[in-house]
């Protein structure tokens, strides 16, 4: 191999290097619950949920494309989250409040068990789900594999935009 061959494969796999470690870098996330809160101040959008009133912050990755990701769901008093489902599998972790949260095609009380914060739960593809809260309201962080979705089981119950 010539030299200046030689020297072109050389910063080629310099530059890789250097890309490799832009990339390992952004998986690199340390937020304690004062960077979550300003991030929830700063960004908090409805997310795929499309309810009023839920703010939706990605703490981690991006839930419309491929890869992992992770999401701080903050959700007011008193809210019913219609039954529905998600394209990819999900887990789920109770950080604040209280959550009730159920499986089935409706919003059922009789299907709802309460979590509250700790309380570790699934949203597996597919599985149709609903949650509410009482007057304390809850916040949770869901991880999935994106792309995600919320895909309603009745299409009444959507969100309006």
Known sequence: MSRRRLASVGA???LIGFAGAAIAQERLVRL???????????GATAGTSGVSGIRTT???GDPTKAGP???????????????????DD?????VAGVWRFGY???AD??????????????????????AMTGPEGASVYISGYGPTST???????????
Request: proline residues 10%; aromatic residues 8%.
């Open 12 to 14: 080629a796999i310099v």
């Open 32 to 42: 304690s619950p004062t960077d979550v809160a300003a991030l929830v101040e700063g």
């Open 58 to 60: 990605v703490l981690y």
């Open 69 to 87: 990701y992770t999401i701080a769901l903050r959700v007011p008093p008193n809210m019913r989250i219609a039954a529905h489902s998600h394209r």
């Open 90 to 94: 999900r887990t789920a972790i109770v």
């Open 104 to 106: 089935g095609r409706q």
């Open 109 to 130: 009380a009789a299907l709802v068990k309460v979590l509250p914060p700790g309380s570790f739960y699934s949203e597996p593809a597919g599985v149709d789900h609903f």
């Open 151 to 161: 895909d309603y089981v009745e299409a009444a119950n959507a969100p309006k935009p």
